[in-house]
């Protein structure tokens, strides 16, 4: 059976991609598969956020009463999947509200 650990005292912080205005205290870094499974199966979507100027974007969805999801959209076209604490998204939504490089669509 196979184990998951950190060796040699490996980092364990996950954040987000430099380009997104804000960061929470506690995230989880979600694989492709996990992430998408779990949007399409219980997320409700919240709101989409583009940076201008450029090709990245933000989705949040909600997928339970305490959690969601965001799924950072590279250039690329690569999706990034992460877990947070409700809370601390509504702490980071006025700060990336007011952050004039990101736009929220419509």
Partial sequence: MATHG?????????????????????????????????VDDNGVFH???EQTGSRWSLSIFRVTEHTVILCVHTPVGRERFYGAAKLDLERALPHLESTSNWRRCE
């Fill in 6 to 38: 950190f060796q040699n005292g490996g980092d364990t912080t996950v954040s987000l991609p430099e380009v997104v205005p804000f960061d929470f205290p506690h995230l989880t870094r979600l694989s492709w598969e996990l992430g998408s499974r779990v």
């Fill in 47 to 49: 709101s989409k956020w």
